[in-house]
C-alpha cells in the first residue's frame, strides 16, 4: 500500500530551480533513504513532506489525501536535536502529546534507552543521548510516518552505528514508515529497503536502488560492498572513468 | 591475506583501578565547595576593615561628628528610627511606591514588548515612537510629570513607571526575537497553534530576557523613587534624606542610605530567587 505519494514536486528558488519534478512512492511499513550530495534539496525535499515549506509546485499525498501542513501523522526528527532546554527529557519526549501521558513516555524513553534519565534537562545529554531524547519525542504521538533529516551526521562514528540500531529498533517495534535524508552511503544500505539517489542542483531522481537483505544486517558485507560500489559510481564517485 | 587482526587480553580490573580516581575527585569536590563558603566570607573582609577604619578616623577626631558622623553613631541613630517607628513607616511608603510604579511599567514594558516582538506589524507602528522617547533622558520628564500631575503620589509613580517600562521593553523585545527558530519550528511540527507556540515555546525562550530586563528595571524604580521623593515628599526614605539635610544631620542621611541600600538588595535578591528557580535549566558559567 502506498503510504506517501510525490507527484511531479519542484521547487525554485530565485537562482534557479531546487528540485525538478521529483516522483517517488513510500510504501507502508517501508524504509526509504534519499542518498545525494550536500545541496542537492533532499532536505527541503524532506521538509516539504513535514509540511514545513508549501512554496512549491507538484503535490505531496498522505494516504491519498494532500499534506498542505504538519500533522501528526507524520513525525520529524531534524539534524540536531533540538530540544527544549527548558524541559527535562521526559517532557521533551511528551512534548507533542494534548495530555500527560507518562506511560507512553516512559515506555518511549526504554524503546530508545533513556530509562534512567526522564528527569535530566537536555544540557546534561551526550550528542548521541539528545538525538535519541528527539526520535522517541518525534514518535510520541504515534506517526505513521517517521521523517529524519540526517539526524546522526553530527555524531561520531561509534554513536552513529547505536543509533542507527535504535531506529531499526523503534521502527520494528511502532511500524512506521520512514523516510531518511542521508548522505553517508553505508547509513543507508545498512537501514533501507530502498534508497533514491538524487543528484545535485537541480535535485531529481536519478536512480532507485533496491535492498533486499534481510535485517539485521551485518555491516561490510560483501553484497553490500557491491551496491555500495554501484552506488557511487550512480554519485560519480566511482573508480570509473566518469562521464 | 590483506591484513589481521590481533586479540588482546584485556585486564578486568578497571572498575577497582577508577575508585582511587573517584575517591580523589570526591575529595576535590568537598574542598572546592568549602572554598566557594569561604570565598563568601572573603568578600566581607574589605567592608569590615573599611567600617573599623572610618570609626577609628571618626573617633580620633579627623572628621568632626558633623561631617561624618561615625558608623556606631549612625547605627544609634538607626535604633532610635527603629524605636520611633519612623524607620518602617518611610521604609514602606517607599516600597510601595517602587512595587507600584515597577508593577505598571513593567507590566506595560512586558505587554507592548511581547506585542512588537511578535509581530512586524506592531513593531513597524510603534518601536520608532517608543526609541523616541527612550532617547530623552528620564529626569527631563520630571518638570513635565510635575505640571501635569502636581507633586503628590501621581508623578512620582509615573516617573517610576517610566524608570521600569524601557528595561523590562528593550529586553522583552531581543528575548523574543531572539527565541530559536529551530525550536519554534519542532512547535509547528507537533501543529501547535499561535497561542501554544507562544505559551509553550517563545515565552520559556524569552525568559532569561524577560528576567534581565526585570532587574534592571527594578534598580531604576529604585533610583528613581528617590529623586521623586526628593522632588518633594511627606514621607518616604527620600524625605528623610531631605529632612537629614535640612536639619544638616549627616547620621540621618547615612542610615537612610543604608536602608535603601538594604531594600534594594532585598528585592533584587527576591527576583534573583524567582529567576533561579524558574531558570535552573540554564547552563551558567561558574569561572
Keep these: 500500500m502506498v503510504e506517501l505519494e510525490l507527484r511531479d514536486v519542484t521547487k525554485v528558488y530565485d537562482d534557479g530551480e531546487a528540485l525538478s519534478r521529483i516522483n517517488l512512492q513510500v ?43 504538519p500533522t501528526p501523522e507524520v513525525g520529524v526528527v531534524f539534524q540536531e536535536p533540538r530540544l527544549f532546554p527548558w524541559l527535562n527529557v521526559g517532557r521533551n519526549i511528551g512534548f507533542g502529546l494534548k495530555k500527560p501521558d507518562s506511560a507512553r513516555v516512559a515506555a518511549l ?28 519525542r518525534a514518535l510520541v504521538t504515534q506517526p505513521r510516518v517517521l521523517l529524519m533529516d540526517e539526524p546522526f551526521s553530527a555524531l561520531d562514528a561509534f554513536t552513529r552505528m547505536r543509533l542507527q540500531e535504535v531506529t531499526l529498533n523503534v521502527w520494528r517495534q511502532v511500524g512506521a514508515t520512514v523516510v531518511l535524508v542521508t548522505h553517508d552511503v553505508d547509513e543507508a544500505l545498512y537501514l533501507s529497503d530502498r534508497i533514491v539517489i538524487i543528484t545535485e542542483r537541480p535535485g531529481k531522481v536519478k536512480a532507485e536502488v533496491r535492498v533486499d537483505l534481510p535485517r ?26 566518469k562521464p | ?15 577497582l583501578a577508577a575508585a582511587p580516581e573517584l575517591r580523589r575527585r570526591a575529595v576535590r569536590q568537598t574542598l572546592s565547595e568549602a572554598w566557594s563558603k569561604k570565598s563568601a566570607l572573603t568578600g566581607l573582609i574589605v567592608p569590615i576593615l573599611l567600617i573599623a577604619l572610618w570609626e577609628y578616623l571618626c573617633q580620633s577626631g579627623v572628621f568632626p561628628p558633623w561631617q561624618l558622623p561615625a558608623p556606631s553613631y549612625v547605627l544609634g541613630t538607626l535604633a532610635d528610627l527603629h524605636a520611633s517607628g519612623e524607620l518602617y513607616f518611610h521604609s514602606l511608603a517607599s516600597l510601595r511606591r517602587v512595587l507600584i510604579g515597577f508593577a505598571i511599567g513593567g507590566g506595560l514594558g512586558l505587554v507592548v514588548g511581547l506585542a512588537v516582538g511578535l509581530s512586524r506589524v506592531f513593531e513597524r507602528l510603534i518601536d520608532t515612537t517608543l526609541q523616541a522617547i527612550k532617547s530623552v533622558p528620564t529626569l527631563g520628564w520630571v518638570p513635565l510629570l510635575i505640571l501635569w500631575f502636581g507633586i503628590d503620589e501621581k508623578p512620582k509613580l509615573a516617573l517610576i513607571a517610566i524608570g521600569a517600562f524601557f528595561p523590562v521593553y528593550v529586553n522583552i523585545v531581543s528575548g523574543v526575537r531572539g527565541v530559536d527558530t529551530k525550536l519554534v519550528e519542532v512547535g509547528r511540527v507537533f501543529c501547535l497553534g499561535r497561542l501554544a507556540l507562544l505559551a509553550r515555546i517563545v515565552l520559556p525562550a524569552a525568559a532569561p530576557s524577560f528576567f534581565t530586563g526585570l532587574r534592571v528595571g527594578l534598580t ?12 518633594g515628599a511627606s514621607e518616604g526614605l527620600g524625605f528623610l534624606l531631605t529632612t537629614g539635610r535640612e536639619v544638616a544631620r549627616p547620621d540621618l542621611l547615612l542610615a537612610s542610605l543604608l536602608v535603601l541600600a538594604l531594600l534594594g538588595k532585598l528585592t533584587d535578591g527576591l527576583v534573583r530567587l524567582i529567576e533561579n528557580r524558574l531558570l535552573g535549566w540554564r547552563e551558567s558559567f561558574h569561572g
Design chain 1, 27 to 69: 510504501h507502508t511499513g517501508e524504509i526509504v533513504s534519499l542518498l545525494g550530495p550536500s545541496g542537492c534539496g533532499k532536505s527541503t525535499l524532506l521538509r516539504i513532506i513535514a509540511g514545513l515549506d508549501r512554496e512549491y509546485t507538484g503535490s505531496v499525498l498522505l494516504n491519498g489525501q494532500a499534506i498542505t501542513g
Design chain 1, 216 to 241: 539485521p544486517r551485518e555491516r561490510g558485507l560483501a553484497v553490500m560492498h557491491q551496491l555500495k560500489v554501484e552506488i557511487m559510481e550512480r554519485l560519480q564517485f566511482g573508480t570509473g572513468p
Design chain 2, 220 to 231: 531604576q524604580s529604585w533610583l528613581f523613587m528617590v529623586i521623586s521623593e526628593l522632588m
Design chain 2, 1 to 15: 591475506m590483506i591484513g589481521k587482526v590481533i586479540e588482546k587480553d584485556v585486564p578486568r580490573q578497571s572498575a
Design chain 1, 109 to 136: 524513553a526504554k524503546e530508545v534507552g533513556l530509562e534512567g534519565y526522564l528527569k535530566s534537562l537536555p544540557r546534561q545529554l551526550s550528542g548521541g543521548m539528545a538525538q535519541r531524547c528527539a526520535i522517541a
